[in-house]
Protein backbone atom coordinates (compact mmCIF):
# COMPACT_ATOMS: atom_id res chain seq x y z
CA UNK A 1 0.00 0.00 0.00
CA UNK A 2 1.33 3.41 -1.02
CA UNK A 3 1.79 5.87 2.18
CA UNK A 4 0.75 9.06 2.01
CA UNK A 5 3.02 12.00 2.35
CA UNK A 6 1.71 12.75 5.85
CA UNK A 7 2.67 9.52 6.80
CA UNK A 8 5.88 9.46 5.30
CA UNK A 9 6.70 12.76 7.15
CA UNK A 10 6.12 10.88 10.60
CA UNK A 11 8.04 8.03 10.00
CA UNK A 12 10.68 10.53 8.81
CA UNK A 13 10.47 12.46 12.24
CA UNK A 14 10.64 9.21 14.00
CA UNK A 15 13.88 8.35 11.92
CA UNK A 16 14.97 11.07 13.24
CA UNK A 17 13.65 11.15 17.20
CA UNK A 18 14.72 7.09 17.51
CA UNK A 19 17.80 6.15 15.89
CA UNK A 20 20.26 8.21 17.33
CA UNK A 21 20.11 9.60 20.67
CA UNK A 22 22.62 12.51 20.06
CA UNK A 23 21.36 15.68 17.86
CA UNK A 24 24.63 16.53 16.78
CA UNK A 25 25.67 12.64 16.13
CA UNK A 26 22.02 12.67 14.26
CA UNK A 27 22.98 15.87 12.16
CA UNK A 28 26.16 13.66 10.69
CA UNK A 29 24.40 10.35 10.53
CA UNK A 30 21.05 11.18 9.22
CA UNK A 31 20.54 15.02 8.43
CA UNK A 32 24.00 15.70 6.17
CA UNK A 33 23.66 12.09 5.28
CA UNK A 34 20.42 13.59 3.33
CA UNK A 35 21.81 16.19 1.42
CA UNK A 36 20.01 18.78 4.53
CA UNK A 37 21.71 22.27 3.78
CA UNK A 38 24.69 23.21 6.59
CA UNK A 39 22.18 26.53 7.59
CA UNK A 40 19.11 24.12 8.57
CA UNK A 41 21.50 21.97 10.22
CA UNK A 42 22.79 24.78 12.16
CA UNK A 43 18.96 24.85 13.36
CA UNK A 44 17.88 21.27 13.88
CA UNK A 45 21.26 22.27 16.11
CA UNK A 46 20.28 25.62 18.11
CA UNK A 47 16.62 26.01 17.77
CA UNK A 48 14.69 26.58 20.90
CA UNK A 49 11.32 24.73 21.66
CA UNK A 50 8.96 27.83 21.22
CA UNK A 51 6.88 26.20 24.12
CA UNK A 52 8.96 25.48 26.88
CA UNK A 53 12.24 27.95 25.77
CA UNK A 54 14.58 25.35 26.12
CA UNK A 55 16.55 23.37 23.46
CA UNK A 56 14.13 21.90 21.28
CA UNK A 57 14.01 18.11 21.16
CA UNK A 58 15.23 16.13 17.80
CA UNK A 59 11.50 15.67 16.65
CA UNK A 60 10.48 19.31 17.23
CA UNK A 61 13.54 20.66 15.58
CA UNK A 62 12.95 17.91 12.45
CA UNK A 63 9.30 18.89 12.16
CA UNK A 64 10.73 22.62 12.00
CA UNK A 65 13.61 21.41 9.50
CA UNK A 66 10.62 19.66 7.60
CA UNK A 67 8.46 22.56 7.27
CA UNK A 68 12.04 24.18 6.17
CA UNK A 69 12.01 22.33 3.31
CA UNK A 70 8.27 21.61 2.53
CA UNK A 71 8.14 25.73 1.56
CA UNK A 72 10.70 25.28 -1.40
CA UNK A 73 9.54 21.92 -2.24
CA UNK A 74 12.53 20.00 -1.44
CA UNK A 75 10.76 17.83 1.40
CA UNK A 76 10.30 14.58 -0.37
CA UNK A 77 13.95 14.11 -1.36
CA UNK A 78 15.07 13.95 2.23
CA UNK A 79 12.57 12.60 3.38
CA UNK A 80 13.21 9.60 1.00
CA UNK A 81 16.68 9.59 1.58
CA UNK A 82 16.21 9.14 5.55
CA UNK A 83 13.95 6.38 4.62
CA UNK A 84 16.06 4.72 2.56
CA UNK A 85 18.97 5.13 5.36
CA UNK A 86 17.29 3.60 7.80
CA UNK A 87 15.91 0.82 5.69
CA UNK A 88 19.62 -0.20 6.09
CA UNK A 89 20.55 0.90 9.43
CA UNK A 90 22.54 -1.17 11.62
CA UNK A 91 24.31 1.18 14.01
CA UNK A 92 21.52 0.52 16.75
CA UNK A 93 24.24 1.09 19.91
CA UNK A 94 23.42 5.12 19.01
CA UNK A 95 19.92 4.95 19.89
CA UNK A 96 18.35 6.19 23.24
CA UNK A 97 16.15 2.81 22.64
CA UNK A 98 17.46 -0.16 20.90
CA UNK A 99 13.79 -1.92 20.60
CA UNK A 100 12.06 1.24 19.42
CA UNK A 101 14.91 2.12 17.16
CA UNK A 102 14.77 -1.53 15.26
CA UNK A 103 10.97 -0.68 15.24
CA UNK A 104 11.54 2.46 13.41
CA UNK A 105 14.01 0.39 11.22
CA UNK A 106 11.61 -2.38 10.44
CA UNK A 107 8.66 0.22 9.54
CA UNK A 108 11.05 2.24 6.84
CA UNK A 109 12.00 -1.36 5.16
CA UNK A 110 8.02 -2.20 5.15
CA UNK A 111 7.82 1.62 3.52
CA UNK A 112 10.71 1.76 1.69
CA UNK A 113 8.85 -0.15 -1.56
CA UNK A 114 6.04 2.03 -1.66
CA UNK A 115 8.17 5.72 -1.76
CA UNK A 116 9.29 5.12 -5.31
CA UNK A 117 5.64 4.84 -6.35
CA UNK A 118 4.91 7.87 -4.10
CA UNK A 119 7.97 9.37 -6.09
CA UNK A 120 6.16 8.57 -9.65
CA UNK A 121 2.71 10.57 -8.25
CA UNK A 122 4.79 13.75 -7.03
CA UNK A 123 6.95 13.31 -10.31
CA UNK A 124 3.29 13.19 -12.67
CA UNK A 125 1.51 15.78 -10.34
CA UNK A 126 3.93 18.35 -10.84
CA UNK A 127 4.51 17.70 -14.76
CA UNK A 128 0.77 18.35 -15.24
CA UNK A 129 1.07 21.63 -12.96
CA UNK A 130 3.89 22.83 -15.43
CA UNK A 131 1.92 21.51 -18.39
CA UNK A 132 -1.42 23.38 -16.86
CA UNK A 133 1.09 26.77 -16.03
CA UNK A 134 2.48 26.74 -19.00
CA UNK A 135 -0.46 26.18 -21.12
CA UNK A 136 -2.27 29.13 -18.90
CA UNK A 137 0.85 31.31 -19.74
CA UNK A 138 0.49 30.69 -23.51
CA UNK A 139 -3.10 31.68 -23.75
CA UNK A 140 -2.52 34.98 -21.53
CA UNK A 141 0.27 35.77 -24.45
CA UNK A 142 -1.90 34.64 -27.39
CA UNK A 143 -5.04 36.81 -26.09
CA UNK A 144 -2.25 39.82 -25.08
CA UNK A 145 -0.87 39.41 -28.62
CA UNK A 146 -4.12 39.64 -30.51
CA UNK A 147 -5.34 42.61 -28.43
CA UNK A 148 -2.02 44.29 -29.52
CA UNK A 149 -2.13 43.27 -32.75
CA UNK A 150 -5.40 44.79 -33.39
CA UNK A 151 -4.56 47.74 -31.81
CA UNK A 152 -1.64 47.94 -33.92
CA UNK A 153 -3.35 47.35 -36.73
CA UNK A 154 -6.06 50.31 -36.36
CA UNK A 155 -3.34 52.53 -36.11
CA UNK A 156 -1.73 51.58 -39.11
CA UNK A 157 -5.22 51.48 -40.93
CA UNK A 158 -5.84 54.87 -39.74
CA UNK A 159 -2.73 56.47 -40.86
CA UNK A 160 -3.26 54.97 -44.33
CA UNK A 161 -6.16 57.49 -44.40
CA UNK A 162 -4.41 60.51 -44.10
CA UNK A 163 -3.07 61.06 -47.52
CA UNK A 164 1.17 61.96 -46.91
CA UNK A 165 1.63 63.71 -43.96
CA UNK A 166 5.21 64.39 -42.69
CA UNK A 167 4.97 62.89 -39.33
CA UNK A 168 3.64 59.82 -40.95
CA UNK A 169 7.31 57.82 -41.22
CA UNK A 170 7.83 58.89 -37.13
CA UNK A 171 4.63 56.81 -37.09
CA UNK A 172 5.71 54.10 -38.74
CA UNK A 173 9.01 53.81 -36.88
CA UNK A 174 6.69 54.28 -33.59
CA UNK A 175 4.61 51.09 -34.55
CA UNK A 176 7.45 49.16 -36.08
CA UNK A 177 9.25 49.26 -32.81
CA UNK A 178 5.80 48.34 -30.71
CA UNK A 179 5.72 45.41 -33.06
CA UNK A 180 9.07 44.56 -32.51
CA UNK A 181 8.45 44.92 -28.54
CA UNK A 182 5.08 42.82 -28.75
CA UNK A 183 6.79 39.49 -30.45
CA UNK A 184 9.47 39.97 -27.92
CA UNK A 185 12.65 40.99 -30.32
CA UNK A 186 15.47 43.10 -28.21
CA UNK A 187 14.85 46.57 -29.82
CA UNK A 188 16.67 49.96 -29.34
CA UNK A 189 14.78 52.82 -30.84
CA UNK A 190 16.15 55.64 -32.80
CA UNK A 191 19.59 56.73 -32.37
CA UNK A 192 22.47 58.00 -33.50
CA UNK A 193 25.87 57.15 -33.88
CA UNK A 194 29.63 58.32 -35.30
CA UNK A 195 29.48 61.43 -33.22
CA UNK A 196 25.63 62.30 -34.45
CA UNK A 197 27.24 61.62 -38.53
CA UNK A 198 24.68 58.60 -38.91
CA UNK A 199 20.82 59.14 -37.79
CA UNK A 200 19.59 54.76 -37.27
CA UNK A 201 15.64 54.75 -37.53
CA UNK A 202 15.76 51.62 -34.87
CA UNK A 203 17.62 47.71 -34.52
CA UNK A 204 16.36 44.75 -33.32
CA UNK A 205 17.85 41.34 -32.50
CA UNK A 206 17.28 38.13 -33.61
CA UNK A 207 19.06 34.68 -34.02
CA UNK A 208 22.18 35.94 -32.96
CA UNK A 209 21.99 39.14 -36.15
CA UNK A 210 21.37 42.67 -35.53
CA UNK A 211 19.30 44.51 -38.15
CA UNK A 212 19.59 47.94 -38.74
CA UNK A 213 16.32 49.74 -39.44
CA UNK A 214 15.02 52.18 -42.39
CA UNK A 215 11.37 53.18 -42.77
CA UNK A 216 10.13 55.06 -45.76
CA UNK A 217 6.20 55.96 -45.88
CA UNK A 218 5.81 57.82 -49.09
CA UNK A 219 3.53 58.04 -52.16
CA UNK A 220 6.33 57.80 -54.44
CA UNK A 221 8.20 53.84 -54.54
CA UNK A 222 11.49 53.81 -52.99
CA UNK A 223 14.81 53.92 -55.49
CA UNK A 224 17.72 52.99 -55.22
CA UNK A 225 19.36 56.01 -53.67
CA UNK A 226 17.03 55.26 -50.44
CA UNK A 227 18.56 51.96 -49.86
CA UNK A 228 22.32 53.74 -49.97
CA UNK A 229 22.08 55.18 -46.99
CA UNK A 230 20.94 51.76 -44.82
CA UNK A 231 23.57 49.80 -47.03
CA UNK A 232 26.42 52.33 -45.69
CA UNK A 233 25.12 51.80 -42.29
CA UNK A 234 25.18 48.11 -42.36
CA UNK A 235 28.72 48.14 -43.93
CA UNK A 236 30.31 50.49 -41.58
CA UNK A 237 28.59 47.98 -38.52
CA UNK A 238 30.10 44.73 -37.14
CA UNK A 239 29.59 41.34 -39.54
CA UNK A 240 27.01 40.07 -37.84
CA UNK A 241 24.35 43.15 -38.74
CA UNK A 242 22.15 43.35 -41.78
CA UNK A 243 19.26 45.99 -42.56
CA UNK A 244 15.97 45.80 -42.88
CA UNK A 245 14.38 48.34 -45.38
CA UNK A 246 10.44 48.68 -44.97
CA UNK A 247 8.60 51.09 -47.10
CA UNK A 248 5.23 51.03 -47.16
CA UNK A 249 4.68 51.72 -51.03
CA UNK A 250 7.23 49.39 -52.35
CA UNK A 251 10.39 50.19 -54.06
CA UNK A 252 10.87 50.72 -58.08
CA UNK A 253 11.73 48.25 -60.29
CA UNK A 254 15.59 48.59 -60.25
CA UNK A 255 15.56 47.93 -56.72
CA UNK A 256 15.52 44.36 -56.53
CA UNK A 257 18.34 43.50 -59.67
CA UNK A 258 20.63 46.13 -57.91
CA UNK A 259 20.64 44.22 -54.59
CA UNK A 260 21.18 41.29 -56.54
CA UNK A 261 23.82 42.49 -57.39
CA UNK A 262 25.71 44.15 -54.39
CA UNK A 263 28.24 41.02 -53.37
CA UNK A 264 27.09 41.81 -49.46
CA UNK A 265 23.82 40.51 -49.91
CA UNK A 266 22.52 42.24 -46.57
CA UNK A 267 19.52 44.10 -47.09
CA UNK A 268 15.91 42.46 -46.10
CA UNK A 269 13.05 44.18 -48.37
CA UNK A 270 9.54 44.61 -46.70
CA UNK A 271 6.57 45.86 -47.85
CA UNK A 272 3.35 47.61 -46.46
CA UNK A 273 1.66 44.30 -47.46
CA UNK A 274 4.29 42.61 -44.92
CA UNK A 275 3.32 44.80 -42.14
CA UNK A 276 0.01 44.65 -42.34
CA UNK A 277 0.09 40.48 -42.62
CA UNK A 278 1.93 40.33 -39.41
CA UNK A 279 -0.74 42.66 -37.72
CA UNK A 280 -3.59 40.53 -38.92
CA UNK A 281 -1.55 37.89 -37.65
CA UNK A 282 -1.41 35.65 -41.33
CA UNK A 283 2.13 35.07 -40.17
CA UNK A 284 3.94 35.99 -37.26
CA UNK A 285 7.24 38.31 -37.72
CA UNK A 286 9.59 35.75 -36.28
CA UNK A 287 8.45 33.52 -39.16
CA UNK A 288 8.06 36.24 -41.93
CA UNK A 289 11.73 37.40 -40.83
CA UNK A 290 13.36 34.26 -40.47
CA UNK A 291 12.02 33.29 -44.37
CA UNK A 292 13.21 36.48 -45.65
CA UNK A 293 16.41 35.38 -44.00
CA UNK A 294 16.35 32.23 -46.16
CA UNK A 295 15.52 33.56 -49.20
CA UNK A 296 17.99 36.04 -49.58
CA UNK A 297 20.94 33.68 -47.61
CA UNK A 298 19.88 30.89 -49.74
CA UNK A 299 18.44 31.96 -53.20
CA UNK A 300 20.17 35.71 -53.29
CA UNK A 301 16.65 37.25 -53.27
CA UNK A 302 16.32 40.31 -50.93
CA UNK A 303 12.57 40.54 -51.12
CA UNK A 304 10.22 37.64 -50.11
CA UNK A 305 6.71 38.48 -49.71
CA UNK A 306 4.59 37.67 -47.43
CA UNK A 307 2.11 35.92 -49.62
CA UNK A 308 5.05 33.26 -50.49
CA UNK A 309 5.51 32.43 -46.69
CA UNK A 310 3.78 29.47 -44.70
Known amino acids: MTESMADLRRLALEIIATLVN ?3 VAADHLLRRANVDEDLIRRFLTDRDPATGAKASKRVAGAMLLDELA ?23 LAADEYVARATVQKAREVSQSVAEQEERFRVAAETRQ ?49 FDL ?68 WSEHVVPLLKQNCDKAVLLMDGYDLR ?23 AEPFLSATRCG
Open 183 to 250: HQFPVSRAFQRNDGGEQIDGAFEMDGWHYLVECRWRKKAADGRDLDGLLGQVQRSGRQTMGLFLSING
Open 277 to 299: ATLTRQISLRALLQAKGRALNID
Open 71 to 93: KEGRDFAVIKRLIELAANWDAFH
Open 22 to 24: IKR
Open 131 to 179: REAAATQAQEQEAQLKQQSLLLLGQFDEATKDGDPPGRGYLLQDLLNRL
